[in-house]
């Protein structure tokens, strides 16, 4: 299901507990979409984008993967999350990325390739291993899952994603 800015959050209500359950979908950005961290519009630049749901107020979303896990894996990130998607490069366009939006936490992630982002190299998004293997090959990098990735990875001293620089 593909939804484009309407409700993130849909409630069901369970049946003879009355207790609710939110469950999030991911929205597609608009055309001035900007990022979280750094206000740059989504759609002017290539590589997978980001979103996170957080279980108070508005989505956020990123320009980048890198900017994504910055923001995760920050110790002061405190806010309790909703959801996280991610783009499923293996089914749209680097160049230019549109929907194909898949749950982070299920996705394989393509880890030190040099494909540029919004700000130079990033991770690529996958559903599929196949894929994901694929990018490597093609574009150098290993292939990892979500909780395999460290803020040591992407966070290095005055590159682009230097936390202590946003």
Known sequence: MKLRHGAAVLLFVLAGCGKEIAQ???I?????????L????????PGPKAQIHYKEGAPEFFCDLMELFTTLLDPEQ????AGLFVQDMGKTSWEKPEGQW????AALYV???????????TYGSF????????????????VLRFEQITREMHNQPGSAHDSKMH
Do not use: N, W
Request: charged letters at 25%; glycine letters at 14%; one cysteine or more.
């Open 38 to 45: 750094d206000g740059m519009v989504l759609k002017d630049y």
């Open 78 to 81: 405190k806010r309790p999350v």
């Open 28 to 36: 597609e950005p608009g055309a001035g979409t900007a990022c979280a």
């Open 24 to 26: 999030v979908a991911a």
């Open 102 to 105: 898949i749950d982070a936490k």
């Open 127 to 142: 559903a599929s291993a196949q894929d994901a293997e694929a990018f490597a090959q093609k574009e150098g990098g290993k």
């Open 111 to 121: 880890v030190g390739s040099k494909k540029p982002g919004s700000m130079g190299p």
